[in-house]
């Protein structure tokens, strides 16, 4: 749902930031206190992540497996990048992966009832299992508990955003959807909604009333794209660098920057600029994503940039793939950095966030690779592996995104 609230989180008139600290599993505090306007993300497959794998698969599978997620996940964002729709329904949830990548601790209701709900940057849709949900897990939230819960009804604003409601009466705004391999059926409604320390007061999303399939995740999902929500613009940190936010008004959900460059060390790669040019009309450009695990570039960029890494290795290291990925060696990477340039601002990443490697240390691949064949190939995708350890602030009012490297434990 796209929530369309004077006060929710990403308002385009209100002055305000969100805050995303995407970390990794070690050393991580799964009760820490929340300060100010950030946000606490865990992995799904972390210690503090109720959703994590019951069965230990090997580092191979794991990688193939999230490998096999963000091709679906590419097909869904570059389906947003080209959608001819000016407006974002209310259900706008179709064709996401299967699988939350992230989940963050929400607080719903009075009194709050708290649920780990998936978070998605690339979306607008919110959704909660509610109380008699069929076929939804045990985990619901009890609407008639809170004194804050309210039922819209057809005359509601929010409703008119709604697609093609099932029934809309004074009392009622119903709709159905499907996600991933599932169908949801939901009544539009209303809550406090507290994340970290920011309290949002009638926030608007789906009270889910019946689904079917696996695909809805467990305990609702949290749209956090370029929609009219708010977090408090408490807590910055001082130094961080900024870069513009791009509108695309063909799919405003999403967050485009312009990606100028990449360099590999101390090498500015040789790179067209029609490999990051930014269109509308196409949806070519470059977009923030924390449902991507590996970052893709349009081939134009990356078999420069995977060259570039080859040739700093050295002709003596040899190269093996592993799935997707097509830049593995069982030898020390030496190539110590790797920076993206914005406009207004340089990234550069350590070893930690461009590459991964195998439990036993035998095998380690540069993690991100071309757009496959069958998606839209113009679009670039920064994922949540080269954000980690980072501060991601989405500032929608001054149109711009910042980060700032911050080792979240």
Not at 94 to 116: D, E, H, K
Request: hydrophobic letters at 35%; charged letters at 15%.
């Amino acid at each position: 749902m796209k929530a369309s609230n004077p006060l929710v989180l990403f308002n385009i008139i209100f002055c305000t930031f969100a805050l995303i600290c995407i970390s990794t599993t070690q050393g991580q505090v799964c009760n820490k206190p929340q300060k100010g306007s950030t946000l606490q993300v865990f992995h799904v497959f972390s210690p503090c992540s109720p959703f994590r794998p019951q069965k230990s698969i090997s580092w191979e599978e794991s990688v193939l497996q999230m490998q096999s997620e963000d091709k679906t996940r590419l097909l869904y964002l570059s389906s947003l990048a080209v959608a001819k729709k000016q407006v974002v329904p209310i259900a706008s949830g179709r064709g996401l992966i299967q699988s939350p990548t992230y989940i963050v601790r929400a607080l719903v209701g009075t009194p709050p009832q708290t649920f780990l709900m998936a978070v998605d940057t690339s979306s607008d849709a919110a959704w909660v299992p509610c109380s008699g949900c069929i076929g939804c897990p045990s985990s619901t939230f009890a609407s008639e508990q809170s004194t804050s819960f309210k039922t819209l009804g057809c005359e509601a604003p929010q409703c008119k955003q709604v697609l093609n409601p099932t029934t809309c009466t004074a009392t009622a705004c119903s709709f159905n959807t499907t996600y991933g391999g599932s169908t949801v059926a939901a009544n539009l409604s209303q809550d406090s909604l507290k994340l970290a320390t920011d309290i949002i007061p009638s926030y608007t999303f789906g009270c889910i009333q019946q689904t079917t399939g696996n695909s809805v995740p467990p305990q609702g999902l949290l749209g956090l794209g370029r929609g009219s929500l708010r977090l408090g613009p408490t807590g910055q940190p001082i130094r961080i660098k900024y870069t513009p936010l791009l509108k695309n008004p063909r799919r405003s959900s999403l967050y485009y920057v312009n990606l100028l460059g990449i360099r590999v060390g101390p090498k500015i790669v040789d790179i067209p600029a029609s490999a990051f040019a930014f269109d509308p009309a196409t949806g070519a450009g470059t977009i923030f994503d924390s449902g991507t695990t590996f970052t893709r570039l349009v081939q134009a960029a990356y078999i420069p940039v995977r060259d570039e890494f080859r040739r700093r290795m050295g002709k003596t290291a040899i190269v093996s793939s592993l799935g997707g990925f097509d830049t593995c060696y069982t030898v020390p990477v030496t190539i110590p950095t790797m920076t993206f340039m914005f406009s207004g601002m340089n990234v550069t990443l350590p070893q930690d966030n461009f590459l991964i490697h195998s439990s036993s240390g035998s095998t380690t691949c540069l993690a991100m690779a071309a757009a496959p064949d069958n998606v839209n190939s113009v679009l670039n995708v920064i994922a949540n592996l080269q954000q980690q350890n980072h501060r991601v602030l989405f500032d929608v009012p001054n149109s711009r995104l910042g980060v700032s490297r911050e080792t979240c434990t």
